[in-house]
């Protein structure tokens, strides 16, 4: 059993910079992919970025160059970095864990969810 908890959402001006935080408890963290998928109000949930337990990652293009997911094994946390933030990366963030898939890219890869943090870009 994995458990997913997000912080570091908040209300940021377009161009502005956040850093996401997922803590998460459980022994093997090191051998699970994460994620970060997002949903905007109306919208479908979207893969991000994930990582894999071997640090292989993948970006939506929407993303590229602006995100970066980074975990640290030992303090069993990973990480989201935004920078160019535009108001459409306006979401509920969410990170998540899968002990089945590599790289995983789709929301049905994965097991286990956090409770999501608000991200809010004002223009």
């Known amino acids: 059993q994995v458990q997913l908890v997000e912080s570091g959402g908040g209300l940021v001006q377009a161009g502005g910079s956040l850093r996401l935080s997922c803590a998460t408890s459980g022994r093997t963290f090191s051998t699970y992919a994460m994620g970060w998928f997002r949903q905007a109000p109306g919208k479908d949930r979207e893969a991000v970025a994930t990582?894999?337990?071997?640090?292989?990652?993948y970006y939506a293009d929407s993303v590229k160059g602006r995100f970066a997911i980074i975990r640290d094994n030992v303090k069993k946390m990973v990480y989201l970095e935004i920078n160019s933030l535009k108001p459409e990366d306006t979401a509920l963030y969410y990170c998540?864990?899968?002990?089945?898939?590599?790289?995983?890219?789709?929301?049905?890869?994965?097991?286990?969810w956090g409770q999501g943090t608000q991200v809010t870009v004002s223009s």
């Open positions: 990582i894999s337990s071997g640090g292989s990652t």
């Open positions: 998540a864990a899968s002990g089945r898939y590599h790289v995983p890219r789709l929301r049905s890869q994965f097991d286990y």
